[in-house]
């Protein structure tokens, strides 16, 4: 089966149609919670081992190296826990709408993840870590939506591409910083 389109119509889909105030803010918003996501994931590469050597022994656990990749195992798997309930976001984006909610999902994860930061046992920190996934997870899926929902049908895979893409700035900045401080 052929499908064939008149001019007009594939003069119609090759057209960009422009973006909105509303749509330009929601895409940075969203992606500047997406590229806090990704220097996250790369600050907590680089910090998981010297906290846990220091976590592990205040929490009555030997600091092992076994013990490091055991618990350093266990905090991942709970944060992708927490990625995984991030269909608790969903009944309140309905209700209050998705920009505010990408708002208050990056608020969340950015509390939970400062409050890792200052976590005095392995247990504190496994719980804000756990609650951290729960923001970030909401944060991808709210984001993600957002533009998918909102960005006219001619230019949501270009958004959805740049999305995805633009995650890797916050390593990117993180690498950057880390070279001109040390």
Known sequence: MVLAASPKELMVASSREPLNGNQVRGFWA????WALDGMDSFIYALVMVPAL???LPRSGIPDTPANEGLYGGLL???FLVGWGMAFLWGPLADKFGRVRTLMLTIGWYSLFTFLGAIAIRVWQLAAFRLLAGVGIGGEWAMGGTFVAEEWPESRRKM?????WELNTVGGRCLRWVGR???
């Open 30 to 33: 969203a992606w500047g919670g």
């Open 53 to 55: 050597r220091e976590l």
């Open 76 to 78: 991942f798997a709970l």
């Open 159 to 163: 958004g959805a591409g740049l999305m």
């Open 180 to 182: 001109r401080l040390f």
